[in-house]
C-alpha cells in the first residue's frame, strides 16, 4: 500500500500525559500536512510543510504542539501535556507541488484524553 | 466570520432526487477550489475540483462564482450509496476545509 499511513491509529491517554503521532506521506510528495478533526466538524488547519521546512503553523496551534518533518520524508506530531480539548481524529495528509493539488489523506489518529 | 461556511444540513432527499449544496468563503485571493467526500468515520477523498467555468463528472456537477465568492455543487439522481459529508476546499495558500453538509439518501 503506496497511501499515506498513520500510527497510531488509536490511542488513550490521560490528561497530562504526552502524545506523539507519526504520518508517513507518499513518497514523492512534498507537501504534508496536518488538521484536527471533532465530531461535526471539517478537518482545521494545524501546520504545514514543504519538504523539511515547516513553512505554516495555526494560531490554533498552542506551544504544547510541535511537528517535525526532519529528513522530508515522514513527519511527526507531538502534544504535551494534553488536555482533554486536545480529544480528536489527527489527519495527516500529502501532495505533490508546486501547486496545491489533490490532498491524500491517511485514516487518522483518534486520540481520546481522559 | 468563518473563512468557508457550509450549510451542516443533513440534507435528507429520497433516490433519484436531485440536490445541491453551496459554500461560501471569505478570502478574494482564494485560487483552486474542490469538493471533498467524507464517509463516517473516514478520511476526506477528493471527489471533484470547481472551475471557473463549471466542470462536470457524471450525475456531479460544480460551479465557481468568483464575484459572489461562491461554490455549488449539484448532485442529480442521488444514490444510497452518495449517503456522506461533503466539505467544500477553499485555497488561497494553505486548504480551508467547511465544516461539511451532510447528506442522507434514502429508499
Known amino acids: 500500500d503506496t497511501g499515506v499511513s498513520q500510527n497510531p491509529r488509536h490511542k488513550i491517554t490521560k490528561r497530562g500525559q504526552n502524545v506523539t503521532f507519526r504520518c508517513d506521506p507518499i513518497s514523492e510528495h512534498n507537501r504534508l500536512y496536518w488538521y484536527r478533526q471533532t465530531l461535526g466538524q471539517g478537518p482545521e488547519f494545524l501546520t504545514y510543510f514543504q519538504n523539511e521546512a515547516q513553512l505554516e503553523k495555526s494560531r490554533l496551534l498552542s506551544d504544547r504542539f510541535s511537528a517535525e518533518r526532519p529528513k522530508g520524508s515522514f513527519s511527526t506530531l507531538e502534544i504535551q501535556r494534553t488536555e482533554q480539548g486536545d480529544s480528536a481524529m489527527y489527519l495527516c495528509a500529502s501532495s505533490q507541488g508546486p501547486d496545491t493539488g489533490e490532498l491524500f489523506f491517511g485514516e487518522g489518529s483518534r486520540l481520546t484524553v481522559l | 466570520r468563518k473563512e468557508v461556511e457550509q450549510d451542516p444540513g443533513p440534507f435528507n432527499v429520497p433516490e433519484g432526487a436531485t440536490v445541491a449544496f453551496n459554500c461560501t468563503y471569505s478570502n478574494s485571493a482564494s485560487q483552486s477550489f474542490f469538493w471533498y467526500r467524507q464517509d463516517c468515520r473516514k478520511e476526506p477523498k477528493l471527489l471533484m475540483s470547481v472551475y471557473s467555468s463549471g466542470n462536470e463528472d457524471g450525475r456531479f456537477t460544480a460551479q465557481l462564482n468568483r464575484a459572489s465568492q461562491y461554490i455549488s455543487l449539484l448532485i442529480r439522481d442521488s444514490k444510497l450509496s452518495d449517503s456522506a459529508t461533503y466539505l467544500c476546499?477553499?485555497?488561497?495558500?494553505?486548504?480551508?476545509f467547511g465544516r461539511g453538509t451532510s447528506l442522507i439518501v434514502h429508499p
Open positions: 476546499v477553499v485555497t488561497a495558500y494553505i486548504p480551508t
